[in-house]
């Protein structure tokens, strides 16, 4: 996998993670005597903490049906039965009900939670409030830009910005020239960072094509509708999988000869990747995401650990994935993890 992407931001190297959660755990197992240390010694060679039980909240953006999420849920879920950690997830694509959500959190007095900022003016006066009543925050996937403004303790996640240049240059290797960014939420500030990106490194002409991504018979018909109208359009840029299967359908309807390249995986992804039907995809290790979200809470509670000082957030992305790998990459995907 290609890792040599540009960074904007020092990054924290997530194997800290896995250290400190070792050292937690190998201090739980230590720390009582007899037929009790031998029971927390158990416990942390099965990879399962023995501390107290702990409840954390996790709120997200995510549309329904949208793979993507289930893997950031799945690596969530996993972090949290490791974690002995109750799992509260729940998520909205209204930003007012998302905030909602978060207050429903608070009120329930949650040890922890972690949120994502994708409209982050709609959440800075609810994160406020989890971080008055003492309540750590984290974020994860989206806000990179808003986290530390708003008092998180962590993030976790790629930045859009970077991402956006990096697959702008790549598609000055793969030759396109009228390159169309599909944005799925409008208003998004990840998704905007994206286009964005791609369209400042990007030699050739990008336009943005706004669609409802909630509604993929609609998402298809717009981009078949525009690949009509503008025969010069040789290249499809999509924010998610799901969508960049769409376009396939699409450019096939529209008999164009346009390219598909996306942000993101899922398991069928990887399969149109080996068919050729998709030329590359970022991927930013959802799971990974929300794997360490959880897992960052249950650190912070039991031994007062956080990543890159406050200051720092750990990326998680990007990465390309291409013919040259996605052989690997697909039995991973086909778990769901990635």
Known sequence: MNTSLPRSRRIVPVVAVAAAAALTLAGCSSSSGGKKAEEGAAEASAGKASTPRMTVAM??????????WDI???GAETAAAKDNVKLIYSSDESAANQASLVQNAIDQKVDGIAVTLAKPDAMKAVVAKAVKAGIPVVGLNSGMD??????????FGQDESVSGEAFGKKLNE??????????????HVGLEQRCAGVEKTF??????????????PSVKSTITAKLKQDSSIDQVVTLGAPFALTAIQSISDASSKAKVATFDLNKDLTSAIKDGDIEFAVDQQPYLQGYLAVDALWLYKNNGNYMGGGEA?????????????VDTIAKFAAKGTR
Request: glycine fraction near 10%; charged fraction near 20%.
């Open 313 to 325: 957030p750990v990326l998680t992305g990007p990465a390309f994935v291409d013919k040259s790998n």
């Open 146 to 155: 808003q986290w530390k403004d708003q008092g998180l303790l962590e993030f």
């Open 72 to 74: 950031i849920r799945k």
């Open 203 to 216: 030699k050739g002409k990008t336009d943005n094509l706004y669609v409802n991504g909630t509604d993929m």
């Open 174 to 187: 793969t030759g396109a020239k009228h390159a169309i960014c599909v944005v799925q939420v409008q208003g």
């Open 59 to 68: 709120v997200t953006h995510a549309p329904q049906g949208d793979t993507f």
